[in-house]
């Protein structure tokens, strides 16, 4: 039983343990380290990454608040359509979304070569898909839906009763949605655009596809460009306090926010569009459906066709595949077993020092993935080196490196990462066995190991299939952990991505992209039954 109850002290520790070594190399730092930083690289990528950040969560919530209110508040052509098919740029990898729009938009790209050929122009005036912007549009076109989703529901509660409101007291309906609905609609907005922020400081695909250095790339550099593992711990501290402070800030910002409705109310009719209104909204929709989602997807489908009938090697193809699907199925069993009985034991001991503890083993998505890969790789490599040492002196056994190269460092990462995504199903499913069903259990002479095989299990199990499938297709899509910390010769679809685009090699990337976008759908088509109960 005392194992049992320490299962969420254990998995915190677990999450603590890189956190504090990537701390501790911000607070002792090597002063040539840090010199050389500032001399070459550091100002460069506070810069960039302020200014993407500002970009990424100034475009997401433009263009999700817009989206949320046009399909929760207004009647349009297609609007059925497009209130869930807004949500498909979501089953689509940032860096996915990043390559393909190189190989369309660029300078030796089809979209550059057919208007030079039509207009007969040098096309001067074309903008630079590689600069800032590009990547600025690239990601908010793949980070909009967490704010379409969270600004959606505002709305939909209190969108056009707020409005009405609003309107009696001499505000017009532009009026009304900046002075009433839109403050109104705050906390939700807000956590959407907390959730891009949060994406756009850990992404690495999408920045390395561009060439557009970052804290990300620049870690990954710095450990196997330069290799130097000291420098990519001080950068890695550097990012890590950076989050800590926009969290920090976050919490703040929610704690003098109040805002509650007094009774939950019937959704209210829909304002009907006409005339050019109706096809104007209709418009606009389609493309931003058609940038983040459609085109990105025919583009993959040709290029996918292509590279295939010429000389795609299959067998090479089927090992890539093998190791993301044996991988994300090895990650999504640990996770799930790992969480579950941290579920049970805080079900079973509920003490506020045991939430606190599970509340910290649940921050690690938090964690950029090449923070976590520092921050796991490091400890493990010591204590791989003090397990080799000790077998050496006490049965003289030359044992070489026993973690390193193998699977169980990128599994440790996976597990401190991802524990958040499995664990909100997992605990909602708890959430409906009751007291009530343990003692009407009890009264048939089900304990222990039978009650939860036939009672809990039951329950437990759609929570338990949902926790799966998302951490499944979030190991198979992620990249900088895989990348970082897999053994020689393990590549990924992911990492077969990265390798052809950091080549330039479009059509190569295609395949394994379009692999991705199908395992990304599955959380999509599950969300979607979940939300029509």
Aim: net charge positive.
């Amino acid at each position: 039983m005392a194992i049992w109850r320490s299962v969420p002290f254990i998995a915190a520790a677990l999450v603590l343990a890189p956190v504090g070594v990537i701390v501790s190399a911000f607070f002792a730092p090597a002063s040539d380290v840090w010199q050389h930083l500032l001399e070459t690289t550091l100002p460069q990528l506070l810069i960039n990454t302020f200014w993407l950040a500002l970009g990424v969560v100034s475009g997401t919530a433009l263009l999700g608040i817009s989206l949320a209110w046009l399909t929760a508040v207004y009647d349009f052509t297609g609007r059925r359509f497009f209130s869930w098919a807004l949500l498909l740029p979501m089953a689509m990898p940032a860096y996915v979304t990043a390559f393909v729009a190189l190989g369309l938009f660029d300078f030796t790209g089809p979209v550059q070569t057919i208007l030079r050929s039509w207009l007969d122009s040098d096309l001067s005036w074309f903008p630079d898909i590689r600069g800032r912007a590009g990547v600025i549009v690239v990601m908010t076109l793949a980070f909009y839906p967490y704010v379409y989703l969270l600004a959606r529901n505002a709305f939909l509660s209190q969108g056009k009763r707020s409005l009405e409101v609003a309107q009696s007291l001499g505000f017009n309906r532009k009026q009304g949605f900046f002075k009433v609905v839109l403050p109104m609609a705050r906390p939700w907005i807000a956590g959407g655009v907390m959730l891009v922020l949060m994406e756009t400081l850990a992404d690495f695909g999408t920045v390395a596809v561009f060439n557009y250095n970052t804290f990300t790339t620049a870690i990954y550099k710095a450990w196997f460009s330069m290799f130097s593992l000291p420098a990519a711990s001080q950068l890695a501290s550097l990012l890590i306090l950076i989050i800590f402070v926009v969290i920090v800030l976050e919490q703040q910002f929610r704690l003098r926010m109040r805002y509650a409705e007094s009774k939950k109310t019937e959704r209210a009719q829909r304002i009907r569009l006409t005339g050019w209104h109706n096809w104007l909204v209709a418009g606009f929709v389609l493309s931003v459906l058609f940038l983040a989602f459609l085109l990105p997807v025919l583009q993959l489908c040709q290029w996918a066709m292509r590279s295939f009938t010429q000389d795609y090697d299959v067998a090479r193809y089927l090992e890539f595949l093998w190791h993301s699907l044996s991988l994300s199925g090895l990650a999504a069993l640990l996770i799930c077993l790992v969480v579950i009985a941290m579920v049970y034991a805080a079900r079973r001991y509920p003490s506020p020092v045991t939430r606190y503890a599970v509340r910290i083993a649940t921050i690690g998505y938090a964690l950029p993935g090449t923070v976590l890969a520092i921050g796991v790789y490091v400890p493990l490599v010591w204590l791989d080196g003090r397990l080799s040492e000790w077998m050496m002196h006490w049965l003289q056994i030359e044992t070489g490196q026993l973690i390193q190269g193998t699977l169980m460092i990128m599994l440790i990462a996976y597990l401190i990462r991802f524990m958040a995504v499995s664990h909100y199903p997992i605990d909602g499913a708890m959430q409906r066995i009751t007291p009530n069903i343990d003692e009407a259990a009890m009264s048939f002479g089900l304990h222990g190991w039978a009650m939860i095989r036939k009672v809990h299990i039951p329950i437990l199990k759609p929570g338990i299939f949902t926790a799966a499938t998302l951490v499944f297709v979030d190991v198979m899509k992620e990249m900088p952990i895989t990348l970082m910390t897999r053994p020689f010769g393990w590549d990924t679809l992911a990492v077969r991505i990265y390798e052809m685009t950091s080549e330039g090699q479009w059509e190569q990337a295609a395949l394994p992209a379009v692999t991705l976008v199908l395992a990304g759908l599955i959380p999509i088509f599950l969300f979607m039954r979940q939300t029509e109960k």
